[in-house]
């Protein structure tokens, strides 16, 4: 999505905790992001917004990308899963970015359908 993105995630062990996973993947996405950006020089208007939330965050030193926190639900069962799973899939067509959830480029949905996407996904359920 263009404001956002879902997960579906777990830990490979518990010495891992899912909010050090998430910290981390927001740090290391928020300099290659704002690195690729500047890089680009055409994102100056989007850059200055980070760059304003990044002042306002004692945090931060230069940019905020994303915001703080984030919202687990935890998955228990088969049937959990593939509710959230559609959900996300649904997420694009429901914004109405595209019609069918395989034409999201950046989504799971083509993975299932053995379409190859941008990203790559791991099905381990």
Same mark, same amino acid.
């Given at each position: 999505m263009p404001s956002h993105i879902h997960v579906i995630a777990?830990?490979?062990? @518990? $010495?891992? $905790? =899912?909010? @050090?996973?998430?910290?981390? =993947?927001? $740090?290391?996405?928020?300099?290659q992001i704002t690195r690729k950006m500047e890089s680009e020089g055409f994102y100056v208007k989007e850059l200055s917004v980070f760059k304003f939330y990044g002042l306002k965050s004692s945090r931060n030193i230069n940019y905020k990308v994303w915001q703080d926190g984030f919202y687990p639900k935890e998955i228990f069962s088969n049937s959990i899963f593939k509710q959230k799973k559609n959900y996300i899939h649904n997420n694009p067509v429901d914004a109405g970015i595209v019609k069918s959830q395989t034409d999201y480029l950046y989504s799971s949905a083509r993975d299932y359908e053995d379409i190859k996407g941008l990203i790559k996904v791991i099905i381990d359920w």
């Amino acid at each position: 999505m263009p404001s956002h993105i879902h997960v579906i995630a777990k830990s490979s062990n @518990e $010495k891992n $905790k =899912l909010s @050090e996973i998430m910290r981390d =993947l927001k $740090k290391f996405t928020s300099v290659q992001i704002t690195r690729k950006m500047e890089s680009e020089g055409f994102y100056v208007k989007e850059l200055s917004v980070f760059k304003f939330y990044g002042l306002k965050s004692s945090r931060n030193i230069n940019y905020k990308v994303w915001q703080d926190g984030f919202y687990p639900k935890e998955i228990f069962s088969n049937s959990i899963f593939k509710q959230k799973k559609n959900y996300i899939h649904n997420n694009p067509v429901d914004a109405g970015i595209v019609k069918s959830q395989t034409d999201y480029l950046y989504s799971s949905a083509r993975d299932y359908e053995d379409i190859k996407g941008l990203i790559k996904v791991i099905i381990d359920w």
